[in-house]
């Protein structure tokens, strides 16, 4: 089976612009989250999209969302971006949204606001 | 407030010899805890898993251990290889999908 795939790979913008990251999930994997990785905070949760649906957020501001398509794909959206958004965004799938349940990661998108 | 704690940001192990990598959590509500390797530029691979009804998972050179009363986990690696240089993280599920540790910068040197 094909792994998670992210695009793009790299991204350069400017403070106030907005992005949309895309992530394609393991086939048959019906969740996907989203982590967000900078140096010294490891990896923070953002959400998790199950069947459509946000099952689970994490401590971010409102200018993140995202949305899943019936076909399991993902996009995560940040608008108005700010200096501090500079990161490797990461997706993850798994088959459920069991809690007990192995993630598989795809290669990340660096997303780098200047 | 750090649910998951890796106290160690680097280790340097030589080559043949055990790694020993630690983590602590808080939450005694955790009941599953998974292990990941990441090389630069590349997403986190999965090593290894463990239940909370487990106290130690092995899978080849990876051996993960759990000890609920100290709410402490560790991953030893026998024996280290060159190849096993990454950041490793350890992860615990939560109410969000996973909480992770900060890493530990594992070296193994020939």
């Known amino acids: 089976k094909a792994g998670v795939t992210q695009t793009p790979r790299y991204l350069i913008k400017t403070r106030g612009q907005q992005v949309t990251l895309s992530c394609s999930p393991i086939s048959g994997h019906r969740s996907v989250s989203w982590y967000q990785q900078t140096p010294g905070q490891g990896l923070q949760f953002l959400f998790e999209?199950?069947?459509?649906?946000?099952?689970n957020k994490g401590n971010f501001p409102g200018r993140f969302s995202g949305r899943q398509f019936s076909n399991s794909r993902s996009e995560m959206n940040v608008s108005t971006l700010e200096l501090g958004d500079s990161a490797l965004y990461l997706c993850?799938?798994?088959?459920?949204?069991?809690?007990?349940?192995?993630?598989?990661f795809g290669p990340g998108t660096r997303l780098l606001v200047l | 407030d750090q649910q998951v704690k890796q106290n160690s940001p680097s280790l340097s192990v030589q080559e043949g010899r055990i790694s020993i990598l630690n983590c602590d959590y808080t939450?005694?509500?955790?009941?599953?805890f998974l292990w990941y390797k990441k090389y630069p530029a590349e997403g986190p691979t999965f090593l290894i898993s463990i239940s909370s009804i487990k106290d130690k998972n092995e899978d080849g050179r990876f051996t993960v251990f759990l000890n609920k009363s100290a709410k402490h986990l560790s991953l030893h690696i026998v024996p280290s290889q060159p190849g096993d240089s990454a950041v490793y993280f350890c992860a615990a599920a939560g109410t969000y999908k996973y909480i992770f540790g900060t890493g530990t910068r594992l070296k193994v040197l020939a």
């Open positions: 939450n005694s509500m955790f009941d599953y």
């Open positions: 993850a799938s798994s088959e459920t949204s069991r809690s007990q349940e192995t993630q598989y």
């Open positions: 999209y199950f069947s459509e649906t946000q099952r």
